[in-house]
């Protein structure tokens, strides 16, 4: 690019003449008022005495006209030719408002040092603030791109600029402050071919870049040479300090980045990269637009948003930081916030509330010891001999029955000839629409798990149902020997095996010939509606997909889902409920989305943008890859009451064990109970409390739709909704509480 020109009014020049004789050349002389200011400046005394000054000024001419004094610039960009003292007065002159903030000695040593910027959108509001501050007298700058009108939002400069390099307009910027400046550029970027150039004999550098794996290779190189490293994030005001020069070995980004380094990053896709960034820049820390905006970048936004005003704050908080390192007056590594909603706070804003992130952190400890895995097998033979043994196999049994969210709502005790499973109230889901009415779902799952137990024992057992006040009893009551189904043994390791599987296949395939005539004889009375259809599923998946949105956004919904997870295997041992991350077969994007979802002081922010949507993506792309569709629902007499939800909760078993029998995965789903709480709220909401009004208006979208596809029948209730696919085995299933904890009475 054309630097700018620098003449020496003291010696004759053809050029110079030429540009002043030019009309198109806007010519701007102000040396007369420099050179007042730069005496006032030298001998603040004679600021009232103008014969001093006078004097003063023609003994600093030293014998100079006046028009041989000093220099003259072109700005060739601008055709400006503008008129300055000598370089040393004229850098005197413009820093001088900076005493005694910053000495002479300091502005001199600070003169000379030379910094490397990489990245120019917080890098121009970096570059221009430590240019006007005569922090540093070498400028290398490094950027690929160009001025954009999306860029404007953060970046000063004029649309005149629009399509130069941005290296190029910082380079300006620079030089229109101090045109005696060094400044070298690459508007390359930072590449593997010119990292020796970029950084040789740089004292810091800034690095602002997007790239992660830029980010990690300047700081390779950076520790290498013993350069301290700043960067600002414009977010939240972190500033992270890297004092390679006084710490050879400190790990890079302070440990958060161990075990990757710039060549492997490279390797990793967009989505791949997004756990490295949160590791970078933790959730918790980000505020909660920025939050909002992470899940829904390249669904409703195309970037990282950025303000002009956290830009500018980058600008200043980076230029204090560098200046005082290069004075010696800040020795420290680590990460600082300068977070203005935290300083500046107004009387009605409301306190931040603490970071809520997954329960985690636990040591397993006994309870790991105690808990129940499922696949491991049971037989009445290890529980003795006589009744007891037999009651216990079959409560053994019933408690490896499924449960919304893994909560097993229950406790068993026994009779001289049956089994008693208690409804556990405390356990129920808040998520669920008619109160405690889903937890019968699992109830009725457990007793179906019973009989077939007690079938293996040569019994053929009957269910029912006992009501004590608010106390719930299902009991499965053991008849005399005989009379058991053919295939007793097989049925009950069939529904021992039963899983559920969130992994995506990978690809489509038909269901096996016979399926789904199968599971709808395992449905029995209840109705089976299958979806195979691609477009039914692509229209099935956004309509999941919304209801998905407003489960994660809703605060209830939410602060039910939080609860349900556990962070590791060691979480889901400590307790022996709810659902390991591992069994949500997330891609690691997903879970460092989920790992920004789990706060719930974001939520406001998603809400207030009407945020979230790309929360849908992830249920678009499961239905996408799925088999199958499935939609149980029950005409099982007078809905809502406990029997119908128990006798559609042994049905559920029936469906899904016949599905893992078949080699199908299930992945259950709970937008038919939303729906159903929906509809419900309208007509009963002394009895279900209705959902937020804003999400309750996301969700009535998707449920017209879902009702468009499967009407609602009178008495018919959501038993299960599931998608079906060919995968591969899941890699956790949920563990069940330890046998203590639900086994009483003796049993």
Same mark, same amino acid.
């Given at each position: 690019?054309?630097?700018?020109?620098?003449?020496?009014?003291?010696? &004759?020049?053809?050029?110079?003449?030429?540009?002043?004789?030019?009309?198109?050349?806007?010519?701007?002389?102000?040396?007369?008022?420099?050179?007042?200011?730069?005496?006032?400046?030298?001998?603040?005394?004679?600021?009232?005495?103008?014969?001093?000054?006078?004097?003063?000024?023609?003994?600093?001419?030293?014998?100079?006209?006046?028009?041989?004094?000093?220099?003259?610039?072109?700005?060739?960009?601008?055709?400006?030719?503008?008129?300055?003292?000598?370089?040393?007065?004229?850098?005197?002159?413009?820093?001088?408002?900076?005493?005694?903030?910053?000495?002479?000695?300091? &502005?001199?040593?600070?003169?000379?040092?030379?910094?490397?910027?990489?990245?120019?959108?917080?890098?121009?509001?970096?570059?221009?603030?430590?240019?006007?501050?005569?922090?540093?007298?070498?400028?290398?700058?490094?950027?690929?791109?160009?001025?954009?009108?999306?860029?404007?939002?953060?970046?000063?400069?004029?649309?005149?600029?629009?399509?130069?390099?941005?290296?190029?307009?910082?380079?300006?910027?620079?030089?229109?402050?101090?045109?005696?400046?060094?400044?070298?550029?690459?508007?390359?970027?930072?590449?593997?071919?010119?990292?020796?150039?970029?950084?040789?004999?740089?004292?810091?550098?800034?690095?602002?870049?997007?790239?992660?794996?830029?980010?990690?290779?300047?700081?390779?190189?950076?520790?290498?040479?013993?350069?301290?490293?700043?960067?600002?994030?414009?977010?939240?005001?972190?500033?992270?300090?890297?004092?390679?020069?006084?710490?050879?070995?400190?790990?890079?980004?302070?440990?958060?980045?161990?075990?990757?380094?710039?060549?492997?990053?490279?390797?990793?896709?967009?989505?791949?990269?997004?756990?490295?960034?949160?590791?970078?820049?933790?959730?918790?820390?980000?505020?909660?637009?920025?939050?909002?905006?992470?899940?829904?970048?390249?669904?409703?936004?195309?970037?990282?948003?950025?303000?002009?005003?956290?830009?500018?704050?980058?600008?200043?908080?980076?230029?204090?930081?560098?200046?005082?390192?290069?004075?010696?007056?800040?020795?420290?590594?680590?990460?600082?916030?300068?977070?203005?909603?935290?300083?500046? @706070?107004?009387?009605?804003?409301?306190?931040?509330?603490?970071?809520?992130?997954?329960?985690?952190?636990?040591?397993?400890?006994?309870?790991?010891? @105690?808990?129940?895995?499922?696949?491991?097998?049971?037989?009445?033979?290890?529980?003795?001999?006589?009744?007891?043994?037999?009651?216990?196999?079959?409560?053994?049994?019933?408690h490896r029955a499924p449960s919304a969210g893994n909560a097993q709502p229950w406790w068993f005790t026994a009779e001289s000839d049956a089994l008693c499973i208690h409804h556990?109230?405390?356990?129920?889901?808040?998520?669920?629409?008619?109160?405690?009415?889903?937890?019968?779902?699992?109830?009725?799952?457990?007793?179906?798990?019973?009989?077939?137990?007690?079938?293996?024992?040569?019994?053929?057992?009957?269910?029912?149902?006992?009501?004590?006040?608010?106390?719930?009893?299902?009991?499965?009551?053991?008849?005399?020997?005989?009379?058991?189904?053919?295939?007793?043994?097989?049925?009950?390791?069939?529904?021992?095996?039963?899983?559920?599987?969130?992994?995506?296949?990978?690809?489509?395939?038909?269901?096996?010939?016979?399926? &789904?005539?199968?599971?709808?004889?395992?449905?029995?009375?209840?109705?089976?509606?299958?979806?195979?259809?691609?477009?039914?599923?692509?229209?099935?998946?956004?309509?999941?997909?919304?209801?998905?949105?407003?489960?994660?956004?809703e605060e209830s919904l939410h602060e039910e889902i939080v609860k349900e997870l556990r962070r590791d295997r060691n979480d889901a041992l400590a307790t022996g409920d709810g659902l390991e991350l591992a069994s949500l077969?997330?891609?690691?994007?997903?879970?460092?989305?989920?790992?920004?979802?789990?706060?719930?002081?974001?939520?406001?922010?998603?809400?207030?943008?009407?945020?979230?949507?790309?929360?849908?993506?992830?249920?678009?792309?499961?239905?996408?890859?799925?088999?199958?569709?499935?939609?149980?629902?029950?005409?099982?007499?007078?809905?809502?009451?406990?029997?119908?939800?128990?006798?559609?909760?042994?049905?559920?078993?029936?469906?899904?064990?016949? @599905?893992?029998?078949?080699?199908?995965?299930?992945?259950?789903?709970?937008?038919?109970?939303?729906?159903?709480?929906?509809?419900?709220?309208?007509?009963?909401?002394?009895?279900?409390?209705?959902?937020?009004?804003?999400?309750?208006?996301?969700?009535?979208?998707?449920?017209?739709?879902?009702?468009?596809?499967?009407?609602?029948?009178?008495?018919?209730?959501?038993?299960?909704?599931?998608?079906?696919?060919?995968?591969?085995?899941?890699?956790?299933?949920?563990?069940?509480?330890?046998?203590?904890?639900?086994?009483?009475?003796?049993?």
């Amino acid at each position: 690019m054309k630097k700018p020109v620098v003449f020496n009014a003291s010696v &004759q020049s053809d050029e110079l003449d030429a540009l002043r004789s030019d009309p198109t050349v806007t010519f701007v002389d102000t040396l007369d008022e420099q050179l007042h200011d730069w005496v006032t400046a030298l001998f603040p005394r004679l600021k009232n005495d103008e014969p001093g000054r006078l004097e003063a000024i023609d003994r600093l001419l030293g014998g100079l006209l006046r028009t041989e004094f000093g220099s003259y610039v072109y700005f060739p960009w601008s055709r400006h030719l503008v008129r300055l003292l000598p370089e040393a007065a004229f850098r005197e002159l413009r820093c001088d408002r900076n005493r005694n903030k910053i000495t002479r000695r300091e &502005q001199t040593l600070l003169a000379s040092k030379k910094v490397a910027i990489a990245g120019l959108s917080v890098g121009l509001a970096v570059a221009t603030t430590l240019a006007q501050e005569g922090v540093g007298g070498h400028f290398v700058l490094a950027d690929f791109d160009t001025l954009a009108v999306s860029n404007l939002n953060r970046l000063q400069a004029p649309l005149a600029w629009l399509g130069l390099p941005k290296t190029t307009i910082a380079a300006r910027k620079i030089w229109e402050i101090d045109p005696f400046a060094t400044v070298t550029l690459l508007p390359e970027g930072v590449t593997d071919a010119n990292i020796e150039h970029f950084l040789d004999g740089v004292d810091l550098l800034v690095e602002e870049c997007d790239s992660l794996g830029l980010k990690l290779r300047l700081r390779e190189a950076a520790r290498e040479r013993r350069i301290p490293v700043v960067m600002e994030t414009s977010d939240a005001g972190m500033l992270d300090v890297e004092r390679f020069d006084l710490e050879p070995e400190r790990p890079i980004f302070h440990g958060r980045t161990d075990g990757v380094d710039s060549k492997t990053l490279d390797r990793l896709t967009s989505k791949e990269k997004v756990p490295l960034f949160l590791r970078i820049v933790p959730p918790e820390r980000m505020t909660s637009r920025m939050a909002a905006s992470l899940i829904d970048i390249d669904t409703t936004i195309s970037s990282w948003p950025q303000l002009a005003s956290a830009v500018v704050l980058g600008g200043a908080v980076v230029t204090d930081t560098v200046r005082r390192i290069f004075l010696n007056e800040f020795q420290t590594s680590g990460r600082f916030y300068v977070d203005l909603r935290k300083i500046v @706070a107004a009387e009605n804003d409301v306190a931040e509330e603490p970071p809520t992130p997954l329960p985690g952190g636990r040591e397993p400890g006994a309870l790991a010891r @105690a808990v129940v895995d499922p696949a491991t097998p049971i037989s009445v033979k290890s529980q003795g001999e006589g009744r007891k043994a037999e009651l216990r196999f079959l409560a053994e049994a019933a408690h490896r029955a499924p449960s919304a969210g893994n909560a097993q709502p229950w406790w068993f005790t026994a009779e001289s000839d049956a089994l008693c499973i208690h409804h556990d109230r405390s356990r129920d889901a808040r998520m669920a629409p008619y109160g405690r009415f889903p937890s019968f779902l699992a109830l009725g799952a457990a007793a179906e798990n019973a009989v077939l137990a007690a079938a293996t024992l040569g019994y053929r057992a009957t269910v029912s149902l006992e009501k004590t006040g608010d106390h719930a009893v299902v009991r499965v009551s053991l008849g005399a020997r005989g009379d058991v189904p053919p295939g007793a043994a097989a049925a009950f390791e069939k529904a021992l095996a039963r899983t559920t599987n969130r992994r995506r296949s990978l690809m489509r395939t038909p269901l096996p010939d016979g399926a &789904q005539a199968a599971l709808v004889e395992a449905a029995g009375p209840a109705s089976l509606h299958v979806f195979t259809d691609p477009s039914a599923l692509a229209t099935l998946g956004s309509i999941l997909g919304r209801v998905d949105r407003g489960r994660w956004i809703e605060e209830s919904l939410h602060e039910e889902i939080v609860k349900e997870l556990r962070r590791d295997r060691n979480d889901a041992l400590a307790t022996g409920d709810g659902l390991e991350l591992a069994s949500l077969e997330l891609s690691a994007a997903d879970a460092a989305g989920l790992a920004v979802l789990v706060h719930r002081r974001h939520l406001d922010a998603i809400r207030a943008v009407d945020g979230g949507l790309g929360l849908a993506a992830a249920s678009t792309d499961d239905l996408a890859a799925s088999d199958a569709f499935a939609v149980l629902e029950g005409d099982l007499g007078d809905e809502n009451t406990p029997e119908t939800w128990l006798n559609g909760g042994r049905i559920v078993a029936r469906v899904w064990t016949a @599905a893992n029998a078949l080699g199908l995965s299930v992945h259950p789903h709970a937008a038919p109970f939303l729906f159903r709480r929906q509809e419900d709220s309208r007509t009963a909401a002394d009895r279900v409390p209705a959902l937020e009004a804003v999400v309750d208006g996301w969700l009535d979208d998707a449920r017209r739709d879902f009702r468009q596809i499967i009407p609602r029948t009178p008495n018919v209730i959501p038993l299960l909704a599931f998608r079906l696919t060919a995968a591969t085995a899941a890699t956790a299933r949920a563990f069940r509480r330890p046998l203590g904890d639900v086994l009483r009475d003796g049993l």
